[in-house]
């Protein structure tokens, strides 16, 4: 099945979703697992991705967590978060498993800081609770951060993916259902906004003009 049909085939057991309560909770649970065997090869891509790139000491020992068990603890908690929320569509369901990754990787991190001995994601806790991930992040850090809150839902959707998660443009692409042209106009989109609003925190020899359409200036280029 090509990326594209595999887009719409989520998108259909999302429109299948009935609506929350006693009787829609239970008949939404068959099409919620349907839903997530059909997603299974996305989600452990944002799995892989998120704890090889974003946070590989938790590859390493002590923990030696896999994308496998990631994967396994955050579909166990999109089981959960599926019940009580309906995302409308694709975009909005790969967001939420976003945020669930984020959340299990985040705690997890944070409870190998406060604990010497071994963590294991059994340890941490099927659904982690949510951590605030702008804890301890210095007023340019805040900045950077809300400048990319702020970004256009498109623009902020791949800069995420390649700016921040590592993805490469293929990968985006199949993730999101676009083509990789596409990926890049609105990676360069992203790029040329947030340099607009952030050019002060620039290196001074990158401060004398705003780039050009299609330029990017070096300290915002990231990912492929």
């Known amino acids: 099945m090509d990326h594209s049909q595999t887009t719409f085939v989520i998108q259909r057991y999302l429109d299948a979703l009935p609506e929350g309560g006693p009787t829609g909770d239970?008949?939404?649970e068959p099409i919620i697992r349907e839903l997530l065997e059909r997603a299974v090869g996305r989600l452990h891509l944002l799995c892989a991705s998120f704890l090889?790139?974003?946070?590989?000491?938790?590859?390493?020992?002590?923990?030696n967590l896999d994308a496998d068990e990631l994967l396994?603890?955050?579909?166990?908690?999109?089981?959960?978060?599926l019940q009580k929320t309906r995302p409308p569509t694709v975009r909005r369901f790969f967001a939420l498993a976003n945020q669930h990754i984020r959340w299990q990787l985040n705690d997890l991190a944070?409870?190998?800081?406060?604990?010497?001995?071994?963590?294991?994601?059994?340890?941490?806790?099927?659904?982690a609770v949510p951590a605030s991930s702008a804890s301890g992040l210095s007023p340019d850090g805040l900045r950077i951060l809300a400048a990319i809150e702020g970004l256009p839902e498109n623009e902020r959707e791949v800069f995420e993916l390649v700016g921040i998660q590592a993805l490469t443009?293929?990968?985006?692409?199949?993730?999101?259902?676009?083509?990789?042209?596409?990926?890049?106009?609105?990676?360069?989109?992203?790029r040329i906004l947030l340099a607009e609003r952030l050019m002060d925190l620039a290196p001074p020899d990158q401060t004398e003009e705003l780039p050009a359409s299609g330029d990017t200036p070096s300290f915002l280029q990231g990912g492929s």
């Open 52 to 63: 090889y790139k974003r946070y590989p000491r938790l590859a390493r020992t002590p923990v």
């Open 169 to 190: 443009h293929a990968e985006t692409a199949m993730l999101i259902g676009v083509s990789e042209k596409t990926v890049q106009r609105r990676l360069n989109r992203a």
């Open 26 to 28: 239970d008949a939404a």
């Open 72 to 81: 396994g603890g955050v579909t166990a908690g999109l089981i959960d978060a």
């Open 110 to 127: 944070r409870r190998l800081d406060e604990s010497p001995r071994a963590v294991g994601l059994s340890d941490a806790g099927i659904v």
